[in-house]
């Protein structure tokens, strides 16, 4: 049974560009959400999709955006990219309507803003 | 959700029992205490949960204080492999809460 899945692992951009990462949740998940991960400190919640529509959304700014599929994968988007958003990006998985439901997390993506 | 406080770096030799702290003396009635880990290059990793119970799993115990403003977080037989950084959360259970990481306990076992 894969858990969650996320790619690329890496990835390097420049100042201005735009960047799409990738989620699969954990199987029988239908919820996913995303995280940021600056150097040093613990991940910062940035929203959360759930039948396809955003259901939570963090203290981040517009040009994060997010899209959920039928299948429950899930993309992170992030326009007119700044120095300040390299960082590692991680995807949880859950279930709604599991009382007391864990989150699953990937390894993230390690993106790289120059 | 409330603000928890961790010490930001312990060691603990192999073998022996890791006892990591925490203080939520602001959570509230319907804030349950989560404890996560994240070995290095890896995302979080759930560990144990709980309400005001102690409560044991396979990976750890843990233990939180009758007027639930603490607990701890024990690992019977620390491994090299318990190296990691451990957070403690307080999440509220209505509906699909977010997880309010702070900075977290960085654990080292010592060999």
């Known amino acids: 049974d894969a858990g969650v899945t996320q790619s690329p692992t890496h990835l390097i951009k420049t100042r201005g560009q735009q960047v799409t990462l990738r989620c699969s949740p954990k199987?029988?998940?239908?919820?996913v959400s995303w995280y940021q991960q600056a150097l040093g400190q613990g991940p910062q919640f940035i929203f959360q999709?759930?039948?396809?529509?955003?259901?939570q959304r963090g203290n981040f700014p517009d040009r994060f955006s997010g899209h959920q599929f039928p299948n429950y994968s899930s993309e992170l988007n992030v326009n007119a990219l700044l120095l300040g958003d390299s960082a590692l990006y991680l995807c949880?998985?859950?279930?709604?309507?599991?009382?007391?439901?864990?989150?699953?997390f990937g390894s993230g993506t390690q993106l790289s803003v120059l | 959700d409330a603000k928890t406080t961790q010490p930001p770096s312990m060691d603990c030799a192999e073998g022996r029992a890791a006892n990591l702290p925490c203080n939520h003396s602001?959570?509230?009635?319907?804030?349950?205490v989560y404890w996560y880990r994240q070995i290095h290059s890896q995302g979080p990793q759930y560990i144990i949960h709980?309400?005001?119970n102690n409560e044991t799993n396979e990976m750890a115990s843990l233990i939180i204080t009758e007027d639930r403003k603490s607990s701890t977080l024990i690992l019977p037989h620390a491994t090299l492999r318990d190296t990691a950084v451990y957070y403690c959360?307080?999440?509220?259970?209505?509906?699909?809460?977010?997880?309010?990481f702070g900075t977290g306990t960085r654990l080292t076992i010592i060999p």
């Open positions: 602001t959570i509230s009635g319907n804030e349950y």
């Open positions: 949880a998985s859950s279930t709604t309507g599991i009382w007391n439901e864990k989150l699953f």
């Open positions: 709980g309400l005001k």
């Open positions: 959360i307080a999440r509220s259970n209505f509906g699909n809460e977010k997880l309010t």
């Open positions: 999709y759930y039948e396809e529509e955003e259901r």
């Open positions: 199987s029988g998940h239908d919820t």
